[in-house]
């Protein structure tokens, strides 16, 4: 197979600092880019991009960094980076180019992607090349998980898709490794934004927002009540990660919308996800399925979530739970007087 | 104010097939559904409209004969008219070929200030039409939107829902605003509503109509292509432990799989405290 045009990935900045997504999508590029004997590229649209965060880009995969940088460029602003990527893309012609499944990949690339007429797969759990023809094979859930579709663009280029976040860990870094830089001045009409961004407020939560969570302990109508939760949130807390909850919770108002997994909320990829006081409506499975290992604490046993889980206790969340948290503390404690 | 609404028909999540040979979802014999999240794209446009007189709200889908239904419903909800956008040559369209109907349609019947559309619909789960609907209209796509705090002449502000945090922005109109759920709780439809639903006509518009050439539409206009399609199934081991049976053993069982999945592991965390 001939060495094809560039692997892109689009390394995304949030509030001034390189996202560690931008990360992740070097250790999924790498691969492909390895398969198809070509370069792998970052792509950093900033007001200014810092020493640092290139030098953590070319470390940890990327063979070439593409820097654009504009004033206007400083916030996320849909129109002004899909014009911006839009030229590059024209200049460059890149053959894949991947973005993280983010609120800011997942309104830019479907903008750009229209832009530039060709096709978009989101959130893929796996991508892959085609021996034969060197296309990307790109795998996605639908339905619900309750299908994989594989997905080719057999014809337009680029081969555009998204990933979900934390749904690969970063490449060890290789503090020998350089990349090549190359700076691109963005057109000024293309810069330019219709919008304006009036206020950024972030908003206190238990751990990482639950889409970039690495664990979560997640509750639904079983936890009875509000205040419930608070077990909820202890646990989490004590194993470093984020707040979830069923839709049920959600709608009774125990819990605000950004935690809630499944269908009609988010879709998580954590490493640990524990299930407490919820039945496991297809709905909410469709959320968490694509969990790396699940625990169920449920006080009816035949709880469709069992079927979903790799661990699942029998029993009242409220009596596990505080047990658990106990457990927990003083594994900490214990092991802090040694 | 010119307000529309692009709605769409979900099969109803647990009774879905999917045809081998193509690669696409099988919807005769399934239960059809609106798509919930855009019950809040209805209900923020019906809003608007309430707030503001002389709006007009048309609730649009594109889909088969029998989506009628729901542009009903739409109609019932509060929506003073609808649109649906049917064709065979519609068949088998990807999302950016989806977004090229709904460009096309928006463009036939003269323009609106404001759509609307949900987050996402629950069957494809992409998302990918609002932002490509507003790229091809030349404005501003608004995702996740969680508020809108001001709307008037030409201009308005909307808060945007992102990962940790709310952002507020300042929009030209048109606009594409996809909403999320939490921006509203939709109003249930009245007896009086269904009444109207009966009385209003729903005109259906193919390609001829929005003048689009077959090569930009439907299968043959949609650059990604379905190749294979395959049922996972999930796998857990799945080993119930009974607290009523056996406390300490189920505790055991909880505490020795987050050891082996190295969750119990505080030592680094203990040297970052240090």
Request: proline letters at 5%; one cysteine or more; glycine letters at 8%.
């Amino acid at each position: 197979m001939k060495s094809g045009g560039e692997v892109w990935t689009l390394a995304e900045m949030r509030e001034g600092a390189l996202h560690g997504s931008a990360l992740e999508l070097l250790a999924w590029g790498r691969d492909l880019a390895d398969k198809r004997r070509a370069r792998l590229a970052s792509v950093v649209l900033a007001s200014s991009v810092g020493e640092d965060d290139i030098e953590r880009l070319a470390i940890h995969g990327a063979d070439v960094i593409y820097i654009a940088e504009a004033p206007e460029l400083r916030h996320f602003l849909v129109d002004s980076q899909t014009k911006t990527l839009r030229d590059m893309v024209r200049k460059y012609n890149p053959d894949i180019f991947i973005a993280s499944a983010t609120t800011q990949g997942r309104t830019v690339m479907p903008a750009l992607y229209a832009a530039l007429g060709t096709g978009l797969t989101a959130d893929c759990t796996e991508l892959d090349i085609d021996p034969m023809n060197g296309l990307l094979i790109q795998t996605r859930p639908a339905i619900g998980g309750n299908v994989m579709a594989e997905i080719l663009t057999p014809n337009h280029r680029p081969q555009m898709c998204t990933v979900r976040p934390k749904s690969k860990r970063p490449l060890p870094p290789d503090d020998t490794r350089r990349a090549k830089i190359v700076r691109y001045s963005p057109a000024s009409e293309s810069a330019a934004s219709l919008l304006a961004r009036l206020s950024y407020k972030q908003e206190s939560s238990v751990g990482a927002p639950i889409q970039e969570a690495e664990i979560i302990v997640a509750g639904g109508k079983g936890m009875k009540r509000a205040a419930n939760f608070q077990l909820l949130r202890e646990l989490a807390t004590e194993l470093g990660g984020s707040l979830g909850a069923s839709r049920m919770a959600v709608d009774l108002g125990w819990v605000p919308y950004s935690a809630q997994v499944g269908l009609s909320g988010k879709s998580v990829t954590p490493r640990l996800y524990i299930a407490c006081g919820i039945s496991g409506a297809v709905q909410h499975i469709a959320g968490m399925s694509g969990a790396e290992r699940v625990i169920a604490i449920n006080t009816d046993p035949e709880a469709p979530i069992f079927n979903s889980a790799n661990i699942g206790i029998v029993g009242d969340a409220m009596e596990v739970l505080p047990r658990l948290i106990a457990e927990i503390k003083q594994a900490k404690g214990g092991r802090n007087v040694s | 104010m010119k307000i529309a609404v692009f709605i769409k028909q979900v099969p109803a999540v647990d009774t879905v097939k999917i045809d081998e040979d193509t690669g696409t979802m099988v919807r005769e014999g399934v239960e059809a559904e609106l798509n919930p999240l855009d019950l809040h794209a209805l209900e923020a446009a019906i809003r608007l409209r309430e707030a503001n007189s002389g709006t007009r709200v048309t609730a649009v889908t594109m889909g088969p004969l029998p989506a009628r239904k729901i542009l009903a419903g739409a109609i019932a909800m509060g929506c003073d008219d609808a649109a649906l956008l049917s064709d065979r040559k519609f068949a088998g369209a990807d999302t950016l070929a989806t977004a090229r109907v709904l460009a096309a349609y928006v463009k036939y019947a003269g323009g609106f200030d404001l759509i609307f559309t949900g987050e996402r619909a629950t069957d494809g789960e992409t998302g990918q039409v609002p932002p490509a609907l507003a790229e091809f209209l030349g404005c501003p796509a608004l995702t996740y939107v969680s508020g809108i705090d001001q709307i008037d002449s030409g201009k308005a502000v909307v808060e945007r829902s992102v990962e940790g945090a709310r952002e507020t922005l300042l929009t030209p109109l048109p606009a594409v605003f996809s909403v999320i759920k939490e921006i509203n709780k939709p109003r249930l439809t009245t007896l009086s509503g269904k009444m109207r639903a009966k009385t209003v006509e729903i005109p259906v518009c193919g390609a001829a109509d929005l003048g689009l050439e077959d090569d930009v539409i439907g299968l043959k206009g949609s650059p990604t292509r379905v190749t294979k399609v395959l049922y996972p199934k999930v796998i857990r081991s799945g080993s119930k432990y009974f607290m009523a049976e056996n406390v300490d053993k189920a505790m055991e069982a909880l505490r020795s799989y987050l050891s082996e999945g190295g969750f119990l592991d505080f030592a680094n965390e203990r040297a970052a405290a240090r």
